[in-house]
């Protein structure tokens, strides 16, 4: 009922009461060149360029048509009864599964095409946002189209959409309006999003000729679909009689059967004959539909508007007209209530029409790409070989033979750098992982998850945010220097700190892929958040490296297993919940307790009050737990290990991708161990209780917990490591 109701309340709202808002005043974007309504957006002119140049070749071409029919393929994903995320991406993310599906033929090719590119900008656009910028952006290129809106924000998806949710060529008219009517829309607007035929052709109705055009102008979006379509269809233009095929009219144009029919149905004839000799309707009615479109699943009010960045595409200068030779007699009448319109007949001979030219990749390289999936932060689609090798040791065993070198490290870091125990060297790890893989800005540079935090120490280090970094490194440094010639040092941060998990009940396996090339400098300064940054900055940092606000609070799963030794320098080894040696839902109970004391000398930048001896809370924590953008995602982790792990592990992989190339990188995720497993229940410390909550989340009461029994804890330090 819950998400029935988000659909109908939140998802399928008409376009004009989207209500999605940008400053008046526009923002100089930091490259000098570009202003932005709104600041956020400036991260997305160099994506802009590089689409524009790099993946379309600045023309209303193959590689635009598709990236305009894979708006459709990804957002029709949904429904009120089986699910589905809509317009999130799941159709690059969860590709392996959603190639599967019939109504999807085709798309793997585009997908082959648009890959290295999601890939590219990952740390800018999550797939559902990249999709949607692409398509809005294809567009640009076509004469006669549409400004289409575009807003950003979606998060990573969670899993692959349902099969047969996207219609069939060869479906019934009544199976296709039911289909679109259950996500809310029209007869008028299934129509009118039919009008990106006018800029299409079809691969793989008839695989004998791929590229064949839907109309005889495919490169302009213009009116012809609907005049096309609407003629007497007299032949095939390759084998014929293909599933979902009808005759067409023009040699070399292909008429889906679904558009024949449309085209002819009493619910949509009139519609379709509306658009024939109407270009400004065409491209209004698209315009809103697609944009509508793109809305599917999402929670319009956590997005941004970037649609200023969305160039206008040039005019269409053209008249409506039939195809050589053809006139208003070769019309099949299907409108009951006006004729088709009056229109000229272009001069000259039948026309042939030739196919779209298409884009192709090497084989090599589409094999690569399909075969790890790609590989975006939350896809988890590095791919193996499904035979394991046998190592040289004779011991273990890998599903990829480069991953054999890991098992010495692995076994040295465990019983001699961790010491076999989820204690303070295990957190400094994890917590490596975040403070190198944040080192990285769309505008400012940066390399991510390099291992510049180690490699150039004497610059990083420098920066208030990693204070306690030193101390880590101190500890790691021996073991990173030791396996050097095994492990880059962006690999070993990454590995350590997925081998760190594994000794931390309740953690997820987390992947690891190895192959990062050594740092070439230093981050940036001024990436790293503060624990005294206000929440508005800290989204705003996460966000424009691709995380969601749900991401943010799911990466916070760490400060399960952490501590503080520099807020308060008096009391080094603090812990920010009552169990800092399992991974578990505390965190998110015990930040949602009333503070009510200090554990050390009290009042330092970025400490807050907490509610229990021996514990200290980050201010950050304390409000992203009660801030309206994240209070409930917060929530919803305090009682549901199961999900808080399942979106820690996909948040943190993601992380230790940043600014690096997936597709160069090697799966050595079956190296990692699997922790030991969470065996308690999430509740209140000792005499505390649900009214010890402050509730923040508006929409649903923080859960009841039973308070574990005895009096008021005073919870002992974390012992340090020894850097010696």
């Known amino acids: 009922m819950a998400f029935k109701k988000a659909l109908s309340v939140l998802l399928f709202a008409l376009p004009a009461v989207f209500g999605i808002v940008a400053p008046q005043r526009r923002a100089t974007c930091p490259d000098g060149k570009n202003t932005a309504k709104n600041a956020v957006c400036c991260n997305l002119f160099q994506v802009r360029e590089d689409l524009l140049e790099n993946l379309f070749d600045n023309e209303c071409g193959d590689a635009a048509h598709g990236a305009l029919r894979l708006i459709f393929h990804d957002a029709i994903g949904i429904d009120p009864k089986a699910g589905g995320g809509g317009a999130d991406g799941s159709i690059a993310t969860f590709n392996a599964t959603e190639l599967t599906f019939p109504a999807n033929a085709g798309i793997d090719d585009v997908l082959d095409v648009m890959g290295p590119f999601i890939l590219k900008w990952a740390h800018v656009l999550s797939p559902g946002d990249f999709i949607q910028f692409a398509g809005a952006l294809s567009l640009s290129l076509c004469p006669g189209a549409p400004q289409v809106k575009f ?116 619910r949509t004839a009139c519609i379709w004959q509306s658009f024939a000799n109407n270009q400004a309707k065409m491209a209004s009615e698209f315009g809103a539909a697609v944009f509508k479109m793109s809305l599917l699943g999402q929670n319009q009010a956590s997005l941004t508007d970037c649609s200023d960045l969305i160039p206008a595409a040039p005019q269409f200068t053209g008249t409506p007209s039939f195809p050589p030779t053809l ?64 190592c040289p040791d004779g011991v273990n065993s890998a599903k990829n033979a480069a991953c054999c070198n890991l098992f010495q490290v692995r076994e040295d870091i465990l019983n001699n750098l961790f010491e076999n125990e989820c204690g303070d060297a295990a957190h400094g790890a994890l917590r490596l992982i975040f403070h190198d893989a944040i080192g990285i800005d769309p505008t400012v540079g940066g390399g991510g998850a390099d291992g510049s935090i180690a490699t150039f120490n004497a610059t990083e280090l420098t920066f208030p945010a990693n204070a306690g970094i030193d101390d880590v490194l101190d500890v790691l440094g021996p073991f990173l220097l030791k396996w050097s010639h095994v492990l880059s040092a962006g690999d070993f941060i990454q590995f350590a700190g997925a081998l760190s998990l594994s000794l931390c009940p ?78 578990d839902t505390q965190i998110f109970i015990d930040v949602q307790l009333r503070g009510t004391l200090f554990p050390g000398t009290g009042g330092n930048q970025g400490e807050t009050q907490s509610p229990v001896q ?83 989340c508006a929409t649903a009461a923080f859960p009841n917990l039973p308070t574990q029994p005895g009096p008021p804890l005073v919870v002992p330090p974390i012992p340090q490591a020894d850097d010696s």
């Open 327 to 390: 006139t208003a007699s070769d019309i099949e009448q299907a409108c009951s209530s006006s004729a088709f319109p009056k229109l000229p007949t272009q001069p000259g001979p039948p026309l042939v029409v030739p196919p779209i030219e298409l884009l192709s990749l090497p084989m090599a390289f589409k094999k690569a790409l399909f075969a790890l999936s790609f590989a975006l932060p939350t896809v988890f689609g590095l791919v193996s070989p499904a035979k394991r090798a046998t």
């Open 614 to 696: 021996g514990t200290l809370r980050l201010q950050s924590d304390h409000d992203l737990a009660r801030d309206s953008r994240t209070a409930c995602a917060w929530q919803s982790f305090a009682n549901n290990q199961e999900k808080m792990a399942s979106e820690f592990g996909a948040a943190v992989f993601k992380l230790s991708l940043l600014g690096q190339n997936a597709n160069s990188l090697t799966d050595c995720s079956d190296v990692i161990p699997a922790a030991p497993a969470f065996t308690g229940t999430p509740s209140f410390p000792p005499s505390l209780t649900h009214a010890d909550i402050e509730q923040a």
């Open 506 to 583: 309740g953690a997820p396996q987390v992947k690891f892929a190895m192959g990062r090339p050594a740092p070439k400098a230093a981050s940036p300064p001024n990436l790293v958040p503060n624990p005294f940054d206000t929440i508005t900055s800290i989204l705003a940092r996460f966000g424009s490296v691709g995380f969601s606000p749900e991401e943010v609070v799911a990466l916070l799963s760490s400060h399960s297993v952490a501590g503080a030794d520099d807020v308060d320098p008096t009391i080094p080894g603090t812990p920010f919940d009552i169990t800092p040696s399992t991974f």
């Open 151 to 266: 807003v950003m924000g979606r998060p990573a998806p969670k899993a692959a959409s349902p099969p047969n949710l996207v219609p069939n060529p060869f479906d019934t008219v009544t199976s296709i309006l039911n289909r679109f009517s259950s996500v809310g829309f029209s007869p008028e607007e299934v129509i009118a999003l039919l009008s990106s035929h006018s800029i299409a052709g079809a691969d793989d109705v008839d695989p004998t000729i791929p590229g064949t055009p839907f109309d005889i102008s495919p490169s302009v979006y213009d009116t012809q679909i609907f005049i096309d379509v609407a003629l007497r269809g007299t032949l095939f233009p390759g084998t014929g009689g293909n599933q979902g095929e009808v005759q067409s009219p023009v040699q070399g144009t292909l008429r889906l059967q679904s558009d024949h029919d449309l085209a002819r149905d009493s």
